[in-house]
T-cell receptor, first 117, second 114 residues
């Protein structure tokens, strides 16, 4: 119930293509769903995030689609570039019944994205 | 404004030794989170601290691990009597307020136990 399952484990895309990474969760207590980008030897960096009352959020080439009833959310990277090659993690934050959610995140296993030029 | 600073970047310890990992949050940040990343896995929450207080340590192993965030100085994650299974990358993140959406991660400390 605490897991966030991410797929695929690795993804190879041609430059200009669309990269799609999927995540699924079970715990309805999650209240915030961020995506992180991590380059080798670096810490994760917040890329984009969504709350469960929204079905889609777009920032530049990055879009999150959220399906609350299916408990699934996905990251779409349009016009993928070689510079997007990195590991991507989805995550979910534990909500607090008192409304004071903080930073306890459950992460997916990660997707290694390679964009070929 | 420097980012979240973690040191050392790489740490090698023999089994049974102690490991001390330091995290200096960004200026003005008083909230710190520690996460552990095992090889080819996602990050796993360990502990959440505010200055001088442990708020949530539900992800910390019951034995050998401890964390502190004193009034002055960096946050410290301490692992006593390290074992090979402790080998991992340890990341801290800091934020000004409570929300992880405003938190920034450091570059991590890669601990290797030999």
């Amino acid at each position: 119930q605490q897991q966030v399952k991410q797929s695929p484990q690795s993804l190879i895309v041609q430059k200009g293509g669309i990269s799609i990474i999927n995540c699924a969760y079970e715990n309805t207590a999650f209240d915030y769903f961020p995506w992180y980008q991590q380059f080798p030897g670096k810490g994760p960096a917040l890329l984009i995030a969504i709350r469960p009352d929204v079905s889609e959020k777009k920032e530049g080439r990055f879009t999150i689609s959220f399906n609350k009833s299916a408990k699934q959310f996905s990251l779409h990277i349009m016009d993928s570039q070689p510079g997007d090659s990195a590991t991507y993690f989805c995550a979910a934050r534990w909500g607090n019944a008192g409304g004071t959610s903080y930073g306890k995140l459950t992460f997916g296993q990660g997707t290694i994205l390679t964009v070929h030029p | 404004n420097a980012g979240v600073m973690q040191n050392p970047r790489h740490l090698v310890r023999r089994r049974g030794q102690e490991a001390r990992l330091r995290c200096s949050p960004m200026k003005g940040h008083s909230h710190v989170y520690w996460y552990r990343q095992l090889p080819e896995e996602g990050l796993k929450f360990m502990v959440y601290l505010q200055k001088e207080n442990i708020i949530d340590e539900s992800g910390m192993p019951k034995e050998r691990f401890s964390a502190e965030f004193p009034k002055e100085g960096p946050s410290i994650l301490r692992i006593q009597q390290v074992v090979r299974g402790d080998s991992a990358a340890y990341f801290c993140a800091s934020s000004r307020g409570q929300g992880i959406n405003r938190a920034f991660f450091g570059q991590g400390t890669r601990l290797t136990v030999v």
